[in-house]
């Protein structure tokens, strides 16, 4: 027979009381304050994006994004001796990323933010590569990162940025989430690129054609699955709440991308 002394009861209780508090604050903060629980993490802003964060001379920051089929960025250079702190997230599907000669290995999960620390304390490049089946161009994904001396990063020319477009149309398409299947330079990616886009006649998976235009355009966005451009893309756009005057900016915007 199982025996309960007092102090035993007591903590029971006291555990209980505590449990109970929990849930009434959990309770709150969700309903006072509108505190959830983040479905996507990649809608941290941070994670967005691929870059290199210094913190301080020898310690760094890297964010890198996996999307079919790149990593961003692509081409990293730390000076030697250099901690650098890699995050890791993806953008449409599952990727990994392996470092070679390191034994950093992290999946890139839509909605995940993976994380890993590396040292390097030699001049080296390294390679990384895709290691989880992704499609078509999986085998073509791959990124270097460049550890160099002290001397060598202190002379490196540094790119200047580019700088972002300004125009509404491109805020809109931004935040809109749209540049992370198109991009507006011609890179690939999992929608077309808007480069040259406007004005020009596409095929679609009906066999009719159809000439991209301010019509074309708006039903595209209000209607993604009436009209699909024969099969080149692996998935479909999705819907997204735009007014018609936001369309209007989006299309000025696609125009001036010759
Ligand atoms: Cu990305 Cu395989």
Redesign the pocket.
Known sequence: MLSVTQLEKRIIWISLAFAVVLLGLSALAINLFHVGLPTCLTDIKPFQKGELITHSPTHYELHYV????K?EPEDVTVPAGSTVDIYLS?AD????LIMLGTNLNLM?VPGVVNYARVKFDKPRVYQL???????T???R?AAELHVVDAATFAARPSPPPAPEPTHPGYKLLDANLCTTCHSIDGQPGIGPTFKGLYGRTEKLRDGSTVAVNDAFIREKILHPDAKIVAGRFEQEMPKTDLSSEEIEEIIEYIQTLK
Request: hydrophobic share 45%; with cysteine.
């Open positions: 996996a999307r079919m089929w990593f993806a599907v599952t990727h990994g890139a590569l895709c290691h989880e089946f992704c499609g161009g999986h085998d994904m």
